[in-house]
C-alpha cells in the first residue's frame, strides 16, 4: 500500500515550522532593538557626562585665564603701590633738602646782614666823623674870617676884601658840598648802595 503523505499534516508541519522560523526572526529582531536601545540610551547616558567633562575643562581653562588677569592686577597695584612711595621719598627728601638750603641760605643771609650792619655802623661813625672835622673846619675858618673882620683888616685893604669874601664864599660852598656829599653816603650805606668818589 503506497502511504502517501497526509497533505493536511504536512501543510500543518510547514506552518508550524515557518511559524517557528517567524518567531525566531521576531526575536532576533526584536533582541537587535533592543540592544540598539539599550546602545543608544547608554550613549545619552554618557552624553551628560562628556559635556560635564568639557565644561568642567572649559570651566578649569576660564580659570586659569582669570588667575592669570588677576595676577596681572596684582603685580600692576605692586608696581604702583612701589612707584607710589617712591615718589613720596622722592618728595620727601626735596622737600627736606630744600628745607635744609633754605636754612643755610637763612643762616648766610643773616650773616650777610649782620656784616653789612656792622659795615654801616662803620661807615656811619666815619661820615659823622668826618663831617665833625668838617664842622669843626668851616667853624675855624669862619671864627678866623670874624675876628680879621672885629680887627677891621678887611677895611684897610680894599682889593683884598673882595678875594677874602670870594674865598669865605667859597669854603662855605665847600662846606656845604661836602655835608651834602656825606648826608648821600649816609643815606647810600643805609640803603645798601654803594658811592664811590
Not at 22 to 50: K, M
Not at 164 to 185: D, F, K, N, P
Amino acid at each position: 500500500m503506497d502511504t502517501k503523505p497526509d497533505p493536511i499534516a504536512l501543510a500543518t508541519e510547514q506552518l508550524t515550522h515557518g511559524l517557528t522560523n517567524l518567531r525566531e526572526l521576531l526575536e532576533a529582531r526584536i533582541n537587535a532593538v533592543e540592544e540598539s536601545a539599550h546602545h543608544r540610551y547608554e550613549d545619552l547616558r554618557r552624553l551628560p557626562t562628556e559635556t560635564d567633562r568639557q565644561v568642567s575643562h572649559l570651566k578649569e581653562l576660564l580659570n586659569e585665564k582669570f588667575a592669570s588677569v588677576q595676577k596681572q592686577f596684582d603685580e600692576r597695584d605692586i608696581r604702583t603701590r612701589a612707584s607710589e612711595d617712591a615718589s613720596k621719598v622722592a618728595v620727601n627728601a626735596a622737600l627736606q633738602a630744600q628745607k635744609e638750603a633754605a636754612a643755610a641760605q637763612n643762616d648766610s643771609n643773616a650773616a650777610a646782614i649782620t656784616k653789612s650792619e656792622g659795615g654801616t655802623i662803620k661807615q656811619i661813625d666815619g661820615i659823622l666823623a668826618l663831617l665833625g672835622s668838617n664842622t669843626t673846619g668851616t667853624n675855624d675858618k669862619i671864627a678866623a674870617i670874624n675876628a680879621r673882620l672885629d680887627r677891621g683888616d678887611g677895611f684897610n685893604k680894599g682889593g683884598h676884601e673882595t678875594r677874602a669874601e670870594s674865598r669865605l664864599a667859597t669854603g662855605a660852598g665847600v662846606a656845604v658840598i661836602s655835608v651834602a656829599i656825606m648826608a648821600i653816603s649816609v643815606a647810600a650805606g643805609l640803603f645798601g648802595f654803594s658811592i664811590h668818589h
